[in-house]
């Protein structure tokens, strides 16, 4: 069960992120289109905006619980790593504010504001490939959407994995030294961290484990966007609605 561990968290965290991502992206697409041609330009800045001004804020605490539960019970060959002993979902925000204070939900801000390119450009690359697509034919295909949703997660996820490594250290946060300004991660510390993992494993080092991190990210995205386009399809119909095209 060691794979599985902190999989309930993990569920609850993208079930939340991801309804926060698309329901914001394609409201705020709605209020700014308006029944004309979107472009690849709306799309990232959508994106962004979607991805930094609500999902990032809103589901930090989420996500930085989750780390938690995912490490806990893992074995550290650094020695100044405190272990961690919560016994769920509401025990360890419980425990956290306790022991670190409010603030110590949002350790990673900082890059996870700048990860909110990861999102963005995943929108922009499907997006702009869904547009190509539906000049030729008249809808998505399941095996269309499928693709060209693992394909954007695969772009976006090697564009930005560095940062998503420094993203989960800070969101651990459980390290004895330098406990000071932690708490949104500065620049500073993520420039620092960068700096490390480079000098301790080599310019590759900032892509160690990405092989794992692929296989998770696309095959989530690429099932999301599936689902999502069928589900979309799915209401239009009951509504007795044309799904535009142009969108």
């Given at each position: 069960l060691a794979p599985y561990r902190g999989w309930f968290p993990v569920i609850s965290s993208l079930c939340c992120s991801n309804f926060v991502y698309f329901y914001t992206f394609n409201s705020l697409k709605a209020l700014w289109v308006k029944g004309q041609h979107s472009t690849t330009g709306k799309d990232l800045i959508l994106g962004v905006v979607a991805g930094s001004v609500?999902?990032?804020?809103?589901?930090?605490?989420?996500?930085?619980?989750?780390?938690?539960?995912?490490?806990?019970?893992?074995?550290?060959?650094?020695?100044?790593?405190?272990?961690?002993?919560?016994?769920?979902?509401?025990?360890?925000?419980?425990?956290?504010?306790?022991?670190?204070?409010?603030?110590?939900?949002?350790?990673?801000?900082?890059?996870?504001?700048?990860?909110?390119?990861?999102p963005a450009i995943q929108f922009m690359f499907y997006e702009g490939s869904k547009r190509k697509l539906l000049k030729k034919q008249l809808q998505l295909t399941s095996l269309d959407a499928f693709v060209i949703g693992a394909i954007a997660k695969a772009v976006a996820t090697t564009l930005t994995y560095p940062l998503q490594t420094v993203q989960s250290i800070l969101r651990?946060?459980?390290?004895?030294?330098?406990?000071?300004?932690r708490t949104l991660g500065s620049l500073r510390n993520v420039l620092y961290l960068l700096q490390q993992r480079v000098r301790r494993f080599g310019i590759m080092g900032l892509y160690k484990g990405l092989e794992a991190k692929l296989l998770q990210t696309v095959l989530t995205a690429a099932l999301m966007f599936l689902v999502y386009e069928k589900l979309t399809a799915a209401t239009f119909t009951?509504?007795?609605?044309?799904?535009?095209?142009?969108?």
């Open positions: 609500v999902n990032v804020l809103l589901t930090t605490p989420l996500w930085v619980v989750n780390t938690r539960l995912k490490l806990q019970g893992a074995k550290f060959r650094n020695e100044d790593i405190v272990p961690t002993n919560y016994k769920g979902i509401i025990d360890a925000f419980h425990q956290i504010i306790r022991d670190e204070g409010v603030l110590a939900l949002w350790n990673g801000t900082f890059p996870s504001l700048l990860l909110v390119f990861n651990f946060g459980r390290h004895r030294l330098n406990p000071e300004n009951v509504m007795g609605l044309k799904h535009s095209r142009k969108h």
